[in-house]
């Protein structure tokens, strides 16, 4: 019998259920970071159908915690799992909740 990281006593698959400090704070950057380039392009005068739409999402100072570090799931409790568990978390855009309310209002 091979010696496995479960008969060793460890769990196979190790996975945080919170974010570290340091992955909320990257993953707040890359919010602001995206926010920055609406806010720029709506400043240019730009206009197209993707930038209208992009307009009415949210900014990171309106998204409450939950919003930005929790994701619908339909197969996990209570319909959300955290952000970390998606495949490719930092790679892939991620819904932010769409509210018509909210718009984007370039930065001075």
């Avoid at 909320?24 to 206009?47: A, F, H, M, P």
Wanted: proline share 7%; with cysteine; net charge positive.
């Amino acid at each position: 019998m091979f010696a496995t990281g479960l008969t060793l006593g460890g769990l196979v698959n190790k996975r945080r259920f919170r974010l570290t400090q340091t992955q909320k704070y990257r993953l707040r950057q890359r919010l602001t970071g995206v926010d920055n380039v609406i806010s720029t392009l709506v400043k240019s005068g730009v206009e197209f159908k993707a930038l209208d739409e992009a307009k009415r999402i949210p900014k990171v100072e309106q998204l409450t915690p939950f919003e930005k570090y929790w994701v619908a799931s339909k197969r996990y409790r209570d319909g959300f799992k955290p952000l970390h568990w998606v495949p490719h978390w930092c790679k892939v855009p991620h819904p932010r909740a769409w509210k018509p309310a909210s718009v984007h209002e370039p930065r001075e």
